[in-house]
Structure formats: structure tokens, C-alpha cells
């Protein structure tokens, strides 16, 4: 059965793995270690976004303070011009990760991030920090997304 591929690649974009591990890693993280995109691009990135919940507090659950962070972007891109679909114009994705509890939280961010990309394997690097703008924060994530023109986008 073939894999569903990324609405991007219907605007030119091409998103590659080196075969064998290079593509099972792919698969298994749901990235792509390499995105081309094409001339002309019209290119929105969004700044860091950290998982502070509208009132000025941080949950002291991670799943749910990670969730929060993945919600302001997707706030962000519509803000920016995108609709529904903001994420399936998503090709990179950065994530600033503090450890809880001494421990990585890719655990966390994953299968979250999954629910937001569906379909799209942006290329993706997760960085471990030390700390954040706040101490009680653990994640703050930056993406690149490609604006359609004539869609949602306001050019």
C-alpha cells in the first residue's frame, strides 16, 4: 500500500531519505531528513512557541504543556494566513526540548506532533537545552511553512 504523501509535494517540494536506516528512521519519527523546496517559495516562519496556556499559567502536566506549544503555532500559521490545513504546509519543524524528571521528553513531543502532521514528514531537528525563557517550561517549537499564493495566504 502506498504511503499518503505531503499536500506540499503537490507545490513542488521534495522530501527525501537516504535508503535503509536513513528511511526507517523516517518512518519510525515521522521526518524527512531532507526537504528541497522549490524557487519562488513563499516561505513563513514562526517563532519560538512555548506551551503557556492563555492565562499565564504553565500545566504541570508535559503532555498537556506540549500540546499547548503545538496549539500556539497552529494559531500562529492561521494567523499568518493559513486555514484548516495549516500543518500539511509545514516543512521544518524545530524543537527546544528540556528534560523532565532527567529524561528526554521525545517520548511526549511525538506522538503529539503526529496529530498535528498527519501526512507531513517535515525535516525536524529536536535540540535538548537546559532551560527557557521560564524555568517550568520544556519545549519551545519554531517552524517554516510554505504559503500558497491564491490560497488562505493573504498575498
Known amino acids: 500500500m502506498a504511503q ?5 509535494c503537490s507545490y513542488g517540494f521534495q522530501f527525501r531519505n ?3 536506516a536513513g528511511e526507517k528512521a523516517a518512518a519510525q ?4 531528513h531532507a526537504v528541497i523546496v ?3 517559495a513563499c516561505t513563513v516562519i514562526i517563532g519560538g512557541q512555548v506551551g503557556i496556556r492563555d492565562d499565564g499559567t504553565v500545566p504541570t502536566d ?6 499547548e506549544a503545538f496549539d500556539h503555532v497552529e494559531r500562529s500559521l492561521k494567523a499568518a494566513g493559513f486555514g484548516e490545513d495549516a500543518w500539511e504546509h509545514v516543512y ?8 523532565k524528571d532527567g529524561r528526554g521528553i521525545a517520548n511526549v513531543v511525538v506522538p503529539i506532533a503526529h496529530k498535528y502532521l498527519k501526512n507531513t ?3 525536524w531537528s529536536g535540540v535538548t537545552v537546559k532551560g527557557l525563557a521560564f524555568p517550568e517550561l520544556h519545549i519551545e ?3 517554516q511553512a510554505f504559503l500558497p499564493k491564491g490560497g488562505n495566504g493573504r498575498l
Not at 62 to 67: D, G, I, K, S, T
Request: overall charge negative; proline content about 14%.
Open 4 to 8: 499518503p504523501t505531503s499536500k506540499l
Open 62 to 67: 508535559l503532555a498537556e504543556e506540549v500540546a
Open 18 to 20: 537516504w535508503p535503509g
Open 121 to 123: 514528514k517535515p525535516a
Open 141 to 143: 517549537i519554531t517552524v
Open 38 to 40: 522549490p524557487p519562488n
Open 92 to 99: 521544518s519543524v524545530t524543537t527546544y526540548e528540556v528534560e
Open 29 to 32: 519519527f515521522g521526518l524527512s
